[in-house]
């Protein structure tokens, strides 16, 4: 499995643990990796700082705020990792 696909896996395992999430964990970050939490941070770069020590940078982990999911629009470009 490519990293791409491990991150899309773990996104979607985290979107399904996020209402189970938000009711102790709400506006906190989390490192999610393996469909299952591994810590929860203050801020997105403290949780992004403990990942990358943990794991590395091609582990397929997902950094995430535990918050309700609010649609943001995104290029197919930066979607498809094709932004300059």
């Known amino acids: 499995m490519t990293p791409r696909e491990k991150v899309?896996?773990?996104m979607e395992a985290f979107r399904?643990?996020?209402p189970g999430l938000l009711l102790d964990h709400g506006d906190q970050w989390v490192v999610f990796i393996d469909g299952k939490v591994v810590g929860?941070?203050?801020d997105e770069e403290s949780a992004y700082t403990a990942a990358m020590r943990?794991?590395?940078?091609r582990a397929g982990f997902v950094v995430a705020q535990v918050a309700r999911e609010k649609p943001e629009p995104?290029?197919?470009r930066v979607l498809f990792g094709i932004a300059p």
């Not at 943990?54 to 940078?57: H, I, L, M, S, T």
């Open 40 to 42: 929860f941070y203050v």
């Open 74 to 76: 995104i290029s197919a």
């Open 8 to 10: 899309k896996q773990e």
């Open 54 to 57: 943990a794991f590395g940078p």
């Open 16 to 18: 399904a643990a996020l």
